[in-house]
Nanobody
Framework: QVQLVESGGGVVRPGGSLTLSCAAS????????MGWFRQAPGKEREFVAR????????SYADSVLGRFTASGDSRKKTLFLEMVDLQPDDTAVYYC????????????????WGQGTQVAVSS
């Protein structure tokens, strides 16, 4: 099995920045890609970003493109999400996700989840 642990959430004002971190442990060789999802109150969990380790490719949701940057270490199986120009609509619980697949955009392809970290954007 694989365990994912997120950190770095918090409360920021609109226009502020945060960086989330995710550390994988266990059978990390099973992971071919990792990414981030988020879930706001009353809404479904939605895709935010993905990093495919072997080719270094990245994918982002349209709503965060240009503001969020995913990065990570393929050997350590770590993942980061740098978020700038945060807005109230970015308020959600952010989940680190791991997949045996090389690409994913939906929750159906996720094999492992972290426990989530809260991000709140408020003035």
């Amino acid at each position: 099995q694989v365990q994912l642990v997120e950190s770095g959430g918090g409360v920021v004002r609109p226009g502020g920045s945060l960086t989330l971190s995710c550390a994988a442990s266990g059978r990390t060789f099973l992971l071919n890609s990792m990414g981030w999802f988020r879930q706001a109150p009353g809404k479904e969990r939605e895709f935010v970003a993905r990093l495919t380790y072997d080719v270094g490719s990245k994918s982002y949701a349209d709503s965060v493109l240009g503001r969020f940057t995913a990065s990570g270490d393929s050997r350590k199986k770590t993942l980061f999400l740098e978020m700038v120009d945060l807005q109230p609509d970015d308020t959600a619980v952010y989940y680190c996700a791991g997949s045996r697949s090389r690409v994913f955009v939906g929750v159906g392809a996720i094999d492992y989840w972290g426990q989530g970290t809260q991000v709140a954007v408020s003035s």
